[in-house]
């Protein structure tokens, strides 16, 4: 069945809006409850489609909501990852979407048991700035594939992006298949409280609270996609060198607006002069420029802008030695950028090694021997993503067991988002919940448990009148055999 197309959702006067639409998209999803294979491929093609379509529409729209963000960035980061996370699943769909045969116990002995993958139903998908498309559709290929209709709402600060999803994904989709909302916080706050079948959120840790709280109202199940401080930390022995230029490509990227980004990095005591030096170099190769510089990225907003900034008066009044790493000679005065940046006497009481900074100041905190280095790390909320430099792999193991992240690399950074295999989410303050690659899949279906008996009853010993001597037989056999 075909449903009208519903009210353009921008702007969202009406606050009927919302829930028409939903109601829209579940009655569609109703319609056809159990996309097969075929379907589902359909719309994963569809989405690859519209992407590669309107991917220069979509890197312009980027780039005009931050001003300055090179086409290659968005391509890297965003554009590639979803179309690799769509051939990702369509090699595995078929399999993902198999019933999982499973044991029974003796007392349900003739009777099959079975796990299906059901679709969840309608799931919404709310989406920050800072990654638009690649945290928009790569959940909605997640939620696709596993059969579902879709609500996505774009983030507010960036405008002309969800414009441009809004007109790529009608080029290819019903409204009743996929919608797209427009809006500010309000919208936000009021599509968090409709009841979906899942809600993904990503963004900060203290709106995913509030988010949190709307969709319990409704007993929707949540994956949150948080943030927070996501530490490196590096051995003495790993060359300094090496562990500089992996950490200054990822606090460069997008400016440090990443979730992902190292936020800070623990160096010990007697290397941090040299470490400084490396990363020094490391940013100046990637960046020799940077207030000019079409490579470099601006910050999303003077209201964010003004935030980092604020961060670093309030570090600098408490002591802490901030040290621009762009050209003496520029000015960013005018421009919506800020330049990369070293702190260094960093302490707890400063904003800057509280907040997450989510932008390109790295605050260099020195530690004496790697186990106060994990106290540092242990002693806060768990992070988004822990990275650790070394060669030693005992060590490393230790490193990866006795500290909880979301995720973890290990001589790299942000790199591990882009294994579409393994699933993505945090921990504690950084998030709940999983998506990309097969736990996306799961994360999206109902794992819906199956019995099923034939025609004879042959457990029918486990019923009353229970003084039956076969029904004590199996209370003997189970407690001697269990017990
Ligand atoms: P944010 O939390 O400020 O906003 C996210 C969305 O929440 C926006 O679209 C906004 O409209 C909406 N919102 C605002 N008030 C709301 C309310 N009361 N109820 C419901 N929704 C509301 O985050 P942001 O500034 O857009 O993004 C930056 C944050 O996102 C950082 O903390 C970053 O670490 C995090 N992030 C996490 C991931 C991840 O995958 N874990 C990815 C990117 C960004």
Not at 26 to 36: L, S, T
Not at 199 to 214: W, Y
Not at 457 to 469: D, R
Request: aromatic fraction near 8%.
């Amino acid at each position: 069945m075909k449903h009208d197309t519903i009210a353009p959702a921008d702007p969202v006067a009406d606050e009927q809006i919302l829930p028409d639409c939903l109601a829209l998209v579940r009655a569609a999803y109703r319609d056809d409850p159990h996309p097969d294979l075929a379907a589902r491929l359909d719309r994963l093609d569809r989405l690859r489609t519209a992407l590669v379509d309107h991917r220069q529409a979509l890197i312009r729209a980027v780039q005009s909501d931050f001003t300055t963000r090179p086409g290659a960035e968005t391509d890297l980061l965003e554009i590639i990852p979803v179309l690799e996370s769509i051939a990702h699943t369509r090699t595995h769909l078929r399999k993902w979407m198999r019933s999982s045969r499973r044991s029974v116990p003796l007392g349900l002995w003739g009777a099959r048991a079975a796990v299906h993958y059901q679709p969840k139903g309608v799931v919404g998908i709310m989406v920050p700035w800072n990654f638009p498309l690649f945290l928009s559709l790569s959940p909605l290929a997640g939620a696709l594939a596993a059969g579902n209709r879709v609500m996505i709402k774009m983030s507010e600060l960036a405008p002309a992006t969800a414009k441009a999803v809004e007109q790529m994904i009608a080029a290819e989709f019903d409204k009743a298949e996929v919608a797209v909302i427009t809006g500010g916080p309000d919208v936000a706050a009021e599509f968090s409280a409709l009841p979906f079948d899942h809600l993904l959120f990503t963004g900060s840790t203290s709106v995913g609270r509030k988010v949190m709280q709307a969709a319990a109202q409704n007993l929707t199940p949540v994956t949150l996609e948080l943030g927070g401080k996501s530490p490196a930390i590096v051995h003495p022995d790993f060359p300094l060198k090496t562990a500089a230029s992996r950490i200054a490509f990822g606090k460069g990227l997008n400016a440090g607006q990443i979730c992902v980004a190292p936020d800070y990095v623990l160096v010990q005591r007697t290397k941090v002069d040299d470490f400084i030096a490396a990363y020094t170099k490391a940013v100046q190769k990637l960046y020799p420029t940077q207030a000019d510089n079409p490579d470099y990225t601006s910050i999303i907003s003077p209201d964010h802008k003004s935030r980092i900034e604020g961060l670093i008066e309030d570090a600098q009044a408490k002591g802490a030695i901030i040290t621009s790493l762009a050209p003496p000679a520029e000015d960013f005065d005018g421009t919506q950028k800020l330049p990369m940046s070293v702190a260094i006497q960093v302490d707890p009481t400063m904003d800057l090694m509280n907040d997450e900074i989510f932008g390109p100041v790295l605050p260099i905190v020195a530690y004496d021997d790697l186990e106060d280095a994990l106290a540092y790390v242990n002693d806060r909320d768990r992070p988004l993503a822990l990275y650790y430099f070394d060669w030693d792999k005992d060590r490393t193991q230790h490193v990866i067991q006795s500290t909880h992240s979301g995720g973890a690399a290990i001589n790299d950074v942000v790199t591990q988002v882009a294994a579409d295999d393994m699933p993505f989410g945090g921990i504690g303050a950084s998030g709940m919940g999983h998506y990309h690659g097969h736990e996306g899949f799961l994360t999206f279906s109902k794992a819906k448990s199956v019995l099923h008996k034939g025609r004879f009853n042959t457990t029918w010993f486990i019923q009353a009148p229970w003084g039956k001597a076969l029904f004590r037989m199996y209370v003997w056999l189970m407690l001697k055999w269990r017990g």
